[in-house]
């Protein structure tokens, strides 16, 4: 019966012009408020680049219930900034991004809210570069894989598609492409609120979905000791890097360089000339032409085949 209500309740009209672009820290103190007396919410980051580490943060968005969400613009930029000419100049109106990250600081880090993102790694490194540490969360993305690996992706427009049988607005249409690709933080107000909060609201609505489907399914333990346990040990594994020694890495050059300079003369001398290794007629019409080795197949052009297989009989 649980399942089934929540299946429904994910199944509510999406409609776009009931999300609401936050202006105000009213309103965002509204939202906060809401978030915690629902005891779970979606979140979302726009960013400047899919670089979790490099990009800067643009706006977040929230959603609550299903229709129920919220732009919170950050760092939008009139048209033309950024460019020759254009200045750097902000929209006006947006809140800004030490305001916002204040206030949300408490929600995104008390263990007692659930916190739901598609992808969350990517967000998680988001906050996290801005000194806050996301706990508990879900990962719809994550769930999806866990639940149909093998069936069909996981971005959401395409879960969105299977499972609300809802077209989310794709990212090309606000940002634009190619050569008329402006970026996100230079998208109008009105048509960013449309879209983040679309997927703070399909997120929620996906993870309504998902969330019995994994205890029905019997797949709840491998999603949470697993999947959703790894991610913050990626997240973290890639926010700090990995230690490279210049110097072992330079000395393995050269053994390995000895090495195979010293395989390539034993090949010549059992070949009994020298040939160019990295040519495939070449090593066939040794192997098969002058060795005579079983096995040989030709191709269609007539050369020896000289496939991975063919090589590995």
């Not at 820290?25 to 978030?35: G, K, M, N, V």
């Not at 806050?132 to 971005?155: F, K, P, Q, R």
């Not at 879209?195 to 997120?203: G, I, K, L, R, S």
Request: glycine fraction near 8%.
């Amino acid at each position: 019966l649980a399942a089934a209500r929540l299946t429904e309740a994910a199944k509510t009209p999406i409609q776009r012009e009931n999300y609401e672009c936050v202006r105000d820290l009213a309103r965002l103190d509204a939202w906060i408020q809401d978030a915690y007396e629902a005891g779970v919410f979606a979140v979302d980051t726009e960013t400047t680049s899919l670089d979790s580490m490099q990009c800067d943060l643009v706006g977040i968005s929230l959603a609550t219930a299903p229709g129920r969400a919220c732009y919170i613009p950050i760092a939008h930029r009139d048209e033309g900034s950024s460019d020759l000419f254009g200045g750097n100049d902000l929209v006006a109106g947006q809140l800004s991004l030490d305001a916002v990250l204040e206030k949300m600081r408490p929600l995104l880090e008390e263990p007692g809210v659930l916190k739901i993102a598609h992808n969350m790694k990517f967000d998680w490194q988001v906050f996290q570069a801005h000194g806050i540490e996301i706990v508990a969360y879900d990962d719809t993305m994550l769930m999806s894989y866990v639940l149909d690996n093998g069936i069909n992706g996981h971005g959401m427009d395409e879960l969105a598609a299977k499972h609300l049988g809802h077209e989310t607005i794709p990212f090309g249409d606000v940002a634009g492409t190619g050569k008329n690709f402006i970026g996100f933080a230079r998208v109008a107000l009105d048509k960013a609120t449309e879209y983040a909060a679309e997927d703070a609201d399909v997120t929620l609505r996906l993870w309504r979905i998902f969330k019995p489907r994994l205890v029905a399914e019997k797949m709840n333990t491998v999603y949470e000791t697993l999947d959703r346990a790894l991610s913050p040990v990626l997240a973290r594994v890639e926010t700090r890097g990995v230690s490279i020694d210049r110097s072992i890495l330079s000395r393995l050059s050269g053994e390995f360089a000895q090495s195979m300079a010293r395989l390539e003369a034993e090949i010549h001398e059992l070949a009994g000339e020298n040939f160019n290794l990295g040519s495939p007629k070449q090593l066939g019409d040794i192997l098969f032409g002058k060795m005579g080795l079983p096995g040989g197949k030709k191709t269609a052009t007539g050369a020896w085949s000289t496939s991975a297989s063919v090589l590995d009989d």
